[in-house]
């Protein structure tokens, strides 16, 4: 007597769901998530921050780039903590935005949206960071070694309208991406159980990345602010080894003069 035979499995696409002990996919997962707050989030903040520092003026916004590039072993600290978790964080990022389906054209829900939001978010800060960290850190004025000319060249790249819009769309999606990434890794780590922590710790993620937004669109601005227009190339210039310094002076002199 014949059997009837088994149902063929369906060969699931995408990007499968997380469960504990299954291969290694896990551990990297988690370890993606914890990346885009630790170290990468908090360095996104700071960097925020210390760019609004030119609302200052070019001098003020020179002296914060020659703080942080004398920071001890700041090179090391800037590969360990920036670079390589980046590359980890945005090459895995990038992995799992292939391999998974948005299905927002059949399930319009909310979720869905902000699956394929952090997705395109991802991709356009990805690009964005690659072409800043060449054109500002590894091309032109060696910024680390001339913070007086940090202000003139990010001014000059500035002054074009297509590097302008591309500032200002890369700013927007970052935070964007940041903000929902924080309520994705409370979400995933367990920090918000239920539908209405999670509701309510949306909103606050949705104030804190808009703040940010503003912040580093404000910061943005005082580079093409009319008030700073046509900023010293280098606010610090070196001083030129042949030029002598008086010698202090000695003081008035305690002897006497002779009768």
Same mark, same amino acid.
């Given at each position: ?31 993606? %998530? ?33 703080? !942080? ?15 390589? /978790? ?10 799992? &935005? ?34 800043? !960290?060449?054109?500002?850190?590894? %091309? ?45 890794? &409370? ?34 601005? &005082? ?22 310094? /008086?010698?202090?002076?000695?003081? /008035? ?7």
């Amino acid at each position: 007597m014949a059997t009837a035979a088994a149902p063929a499995t369906p060969t699931l696409r995408g990007v499968q769901p997380l469960r504990a002990g299954e291969g290694h996919s896990f551990f990297w997962r988690r370890l993606h %998530s914890l990346s885009g707050i630790v170290p990468i989030g908090a360095f996104l903040i700071e960097h925020i921050v210390s760019n609004f520092e030119a609302v200052n003026g070019p001098l003020a916004y020179a002296q914060q780039v020659k703080f !942080l590039n004398s920071l001890p072993l700041v090179r090391v600290l800037e590969w360990c903590f920036i670079f390589i /978790p980046l590359a980890f964080h945005a090459l895995y990022g990038v992995w799992i &935005a292939f391999r998974g389906r948005a299905t927002v054209n059949v399930y319009p829900w909310a979720g869905n949206w902000g699956y394929l939001t952090q997705r395109i978010t991802g991709i356009i800060a990805l690009l964005y960071i690659v072409q800043h !960290l060449w054109r500002q850190r590894f %091309s032109g004025v060696s910024l680390p070694e001339h913070p007086g000319a940090a202000f003139a060249k990010v001014q000059h790249e500035l002054h074009n309208p297509w590097m302008l819009a591309i500032y200002v769309i890369a700013m927007i999606a970052t935070c964007w991406h940041f903000a929902y990434g924080i309520w994705l890794f &409370a979400a995933k780590w367990g920090i918000t159980p239920g539908d209405k922590a999670r509701q309510r710790f949306g909103y606050v993620c949705a104030a804190a990345g808009t703040a940010l937004c503003v912040l580093g669109l404000v910061g943005m601005y &005082a580079f093409i602010n009319p008030k700073y227009a046509n900023a010293p190339e280098d606010v610090m210039p070196t001083q030129p080894t042949e030029i002598a310094l /008086p010698a202090p002076s000695a003081g /008035p002199s305690n002897a006497t003069n002779p009768q």
